[in-house]
Nanobody, 121 residues
Framework: QVQLVESGGGLVQPGGSLKLSCAASGSISRINLMGWYRQVPGKQRVLVATSTSGGITTYADSVKGRFTISRDNAENTVDLQMNSLKPEDTAVYYC???????????????WGQGTQVTVSS
């Protein structure tokens, strides 16, 4: 069983920055893909960034140029540096280990508790 623990959320003003962290532990072999999702109440979870163990990254158009995903493969952690935050970035952010599925990805493990990001003046 794999446990995912997210941290680093909080309240920030528009234009500000936050860095989220996620640690994966448990029955893990070599992890290739990890990603960050976000979810607002009443809507589905949306994938915002992915990273392979080799550092190949993808981003949703809504965060491209503002968010940066990074990995520590030895520690099984993934971070999300979020800059130039906007009110529409407000959401609960989750991480997961991913697998390619056709043209998209699927999350392989149970979700952690997430970390709340609120962007407001």
């Amino acid at each position: 069983q794999v446990q995912l623990v997210e941290s680093g959320g909080g309240l920030v003003q528009p234009g500000g920055s936050l860095k989220l962290s996620c640690a994966a532990s448990g029955s893990i072999s070599r992890i290739n893909l990890m990603g960050w999702y976000r979810q607002v109440p009443g809507k589905q979870r949306v994938l915002v960034a992915t990273s392979t163990s080799g550092g190949i990254t993808t981003y949703a158009d809504s965060v491209k140029g503002r968010f940066t995903i990074s990995r520590d493969n030895a520690e099984n952690t993934v971070d999300l540096q979020m800059n130039s935050l906007k009110p529409e970035d407000t959401a609960v952010y989750y991480c997961n280990i991913l697998s390619p599925y056709g043209s998209t990805y699927i999350a392989l493990h149970a979700w952690g508790q997430g970390t709340q990001v609120t962007v407001s003046s």
